[in-house]
């Protein structure tokens, strides 16, 4: 047996759905196609599928075993293009995972140019404001925003991203507009938790030298970036939200910027992908492809000390 062909006609039987579909598909006799299958379970001493005479379906095993073999599948496809002329026009599916706020903004928008010249990806993009463990949930690569944890992942630094206090025009008529970050201890704030750890995050300011960091008492706290954004506009208090996310909220009056003489951290943000995929040609596109993006937004763009800083390490 041919255990890579078995671990593909297995994979294209519970992608089909079924033997018969999976046969047409792969261009093989049924015979064929369920005696490899037949096969595999018969070396790994476990049983796949549930077959009856009109379903089949996956047991735990096989949906567990289904994810390897797509991992071992692509791993063997990605080290086949990087020897070939397929690395110049790259191929197959890749799994990537970015914050919700970025991809909306930033990253959904501009996917046009991306397929232009990569049409023969199909890209499958998660988007959330919790991260994503990349070797146990099968993510090719992540654009993450932070300081990065140690880890075994290789990691470019491709943008910044900047922070504005704002609120609703309501909000503001109702409880004033503060002028100093002290006057926050004294408004109604929306805070921001992480997802990972629960922590709420702190609220920073810097100007000519002074820096204030303190933790204020929200009156409600999110973990998303899309409902923190909805609780801005709805007039729940003040936030502290990215420049970008901000975009027409700010043009049309929806939101209105203040203490706008403070400055607050930036937050890096990076491409992230686990070493042994560094030679795949989907994962080298679609990082350069996201830095050249960030290189070329007004609002991204590293600073000069930053962008001399090494461009790729392992974090």
Not at 110 to 136: M, N
Not at 189 to 218: A, H, Q
Request: glycine residues 6%; proline residues 5%.
């Amino acid at each position: 047996m041919n255990k890579l062909q078995a671990m593909e006609v297995f994979v294209q039987v519970v992608d089909a759905g079924g033997f018969t579909r999976a046969s047409e598909t792969l261009q093989l006799p049924k015979a064929t196609v369920s005696t490899l299958v037949a096969s595999l379970e018969s070396a790994l001493s476990v049983k796949l599928l549930h077959r009856t005479t009109r379903h089949v379906s996956v047991t735990a095993d096989g949906a567990a075993y289904y994810e390897r073999c797509l991992r071992i599948l692509a791993d063997v496809k990605d080290a086949e293009e990087s020897l070939s002329r397929t690395r110049l026009s790259p191929s197959g599916r890749l799994r990537v995972d970015a914050p919700t706020g970025l991809a909306n903004e930033i990253l959904v928008p501009s996917l046009p140019s991306f397929f232009e010249q990569y049409p023969d990806i199909q890209l499958e993009l998660g988007c959330s404001d919790r991260p994503v463990d990349l070797i146990e949930e099968g993510v090719d690569c992540a654009v993450r925003g932070g300081q990065l944890a140690d880890s075994t992942l290789i990691a470019r630094r491709v943008g910044l991203l900047n922070f504005v206090t704002c609120a609703a025009p309501s909000y503001l008529e109702r409880f004033g507009t503060p002028t100093h970050p002290r006057d926050l201890e004294r408004h109604r704030c929306v805070n921001y938790f992480s997802s990972k750890t629960g922590k709420i995050y702190n609220w920073d300011y810097t100007r000519d030298g002074e820096r204030i960091e303190m933790m204020l008492p929200g009156v409600v706290a999110l973990n998303d970036s899309n409902a923190y954004l909805q609780a801005g506009l709805a007039g729940l208090g003040i936030i502290m939200m990215t420049d970008v996310q901000l975009g027409s909220h700010g043009r049309d009056g929806r939101l209105v910027r203040v203490l706008e003489e403070w400055v607050t951290d930036p937050l890096p943000i990076h491409v992230v992908y686990p070493q042994n995929r560094h030679l795949s040609a989907k994962v080298r596109v679609f990082v350069e492809w996201v830095a050249d993006l960030m290189a070329s937004h007004p609002q991204m763009r590293l600073r000069p000390l930053a962008a001399s800083l090494p461009v790729e390490l392992t974090v």
